[in-house]
C-alpha cells in the first residue's frame, strides 16, 4: 500500500514520562487502521501527536511524505487530518447545523459557498441531523451526538480521519452502525485511523490493526494474521493492575486540549470563562463573525 499516513517511530512523553515510547503505523486511503490497546497503552496520545495537539519527542510522523510534526494543530487540519476526540465534544447549547458549521470554521472555509455545500453533504448523508437540524446539539441522544462529532469532521472533506473510541457508551446497534459508516467513508476513498475498545467489531472493519502496551506496539498486521495472544493484549495490555504513569499529574487529561478541526475547545473555553460567558455563546458570536466574513 503506499501509505497516505506513515508513523514511525513515535515518542511522546508527559513532564518527563514517556506514554508513547514506541508506536509506528501507517494507513493508506481507502484503509482503516484500528489502534487496540488496555487502558493507558497511548492510543488517544498517539493521535493527539499525529494531530498536533501534543508534542512529539522523537519520531516521525509523515503525511504523502511531508513531516508534520512540530505544525501547529491549525496547519494539520488544513492538510486535511480530521479528528474526533473521545468524548465527542460537540457544542451542547449549539443547533445541529451551527456545529456543523464550526468544523468549517477550524478548518478555515468559514461559510463560502463550498463550506456550505460541504455542510450540505453531511446533512444529505446522515438522516438523523437532517432532521435535527435546528435542534441543540446537547438534547440529542449519545449516538445522535456521536453522529454530529462525525459529521463535524466530514465536513472538513479530510483524507484521513481519526476517531478515538468512537463507541464509547453507546448501544451496540448504534455502535455497530458507527463501524458500517466507517467502512463506507474507507471504501469511499478515505483513510482511516481508529482507537477502538471494541476489539471484536474494530478488526472486523480495519485492514490493518496495531496493538500498543505501555506505549509500544506489540503486534501489527492484517486482523487475520494476529494471534489470540495479540488479541488478548489488546483488552488487558500489561497495564491493568494500574496507571502506567504514576507520576503523571492526575488531572492532566482534563488539561488536554481537545481540537474541532483545529478549533481549540479548551482555548474558547477558556476565553469564554474569562468573559463570563457560555462557550456556546461564544461559539456562536465566532461563526457569526465567520459568515460575515464570508459574505453570506
Ligand atoms: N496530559 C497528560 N499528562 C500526563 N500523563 C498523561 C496525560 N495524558 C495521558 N497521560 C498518561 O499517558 C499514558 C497514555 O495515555 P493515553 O490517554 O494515551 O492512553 P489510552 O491508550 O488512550 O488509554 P484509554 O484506553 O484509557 O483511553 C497513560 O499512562 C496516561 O495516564
Ligand atoms: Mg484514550
Not at 505544525?71 to 468524548?87: F, K, N
Request: charged share 20%.
Amino acid at each position: 500500500m503506499t501509505a497516505l499516513l506513515e508513523v514511525i517511530g513515535l515518542q511522546v512523553a508527559y513532564g518527563g514520562v514517556l506514554a508513547v515510547r514506541d508506536v509506528s503505523l501507517a494507513v493508506a486511503p481507502g484503509q482503516v487502521t484500528a489502534v487496540l490497546g488496555a487502558n493507558g497503552a497511548g492510543k488517544t496520545t498517539t493521535l493527539l501527536a499525529v494531530s498536533g495537539l501534543v508534542r512529539a519527542r522523537a519520531g516521525q510522523v509523515l503525511l504523502d511524505g511531508q513531516p508534520l510534526l512540530g505544525r501547529s494543530a491549525e496547519r494539520i487540519a488544513r492538510l486535511g487530518i480530521a479528528h474526533v476526540p473521545a468524548g465527542r465534544g460537540v457544542f451542547p447549547g449549539l443547533t445541529v447545523a451551527d456545529n456543523l458549521r464550526m468544523g468549517l470554521y477550524g478548518a478555515g472555509r468559514d461559510g463560502s459557498a463550498d463550506g456550505r455545500a460541504a455542510v450540505e453533504e453531511v446533512l444529505e448523508s446522515f438522516p438523523v441531523l437532517r432532521e435535527r437540524r435546528d435542534q441543540a446539539a446537547g438534547t440529542m441522544s449519545g449516538g445522535q451526538q456521536q453522529q454530529l462529532a462525525i459529521g463535524r469532521a466530514l465536513v472538513q472533506r479530510p483524507r484521513l480521519l481519526l476517531l478515538d473510541e468512537m463507541s464509547m457508551g453507546l448501544s451496540p446497534t448504534v455502535v455497530a452502525d458507527l463501524f458500517v459508516l466507517v467502512r463506507r467513508l474507507a471504501d469511499e476513498g478515505m483513510a482511516v485511523v481508529m482507537v477502538e475498545q471494541f476489539v471484536g467489531q474494530a478488526l472486523k472493519v480495519a485492514d490493518e490493526a496495531v496493538v500498543l502496551e505501555q506505549g509500544s506496539v506489540v503486534a501489527a498486521g492484517p486482523p487475520a494474521s494476529l494471534s489470540a495472544e495479540d488479541i488478548g493484549a489488546a483488552y488487558l495490555g500489561g497495564t491493568a493492575a494500574g496507571p502506567a504513569l504514576p507520576g503523571a499529574p492526575r488531572d492532566a487529561r482534563q488539561r488536554l486540549p481537545v481540537s474541532l478541526a483545529g478549533v481549540d475547545v479548551r482555548r474558547l473555553e477558556r476565553l469564554a470563562a474569562r468573559q463570563g460567558r457560555s462557550p456556546d455563546e461564544l461559539a456562536q458570536e465566532l461563526l457569526e463573525q465567520a459568515i460575515a466574513r464570508s459574505g453570506s
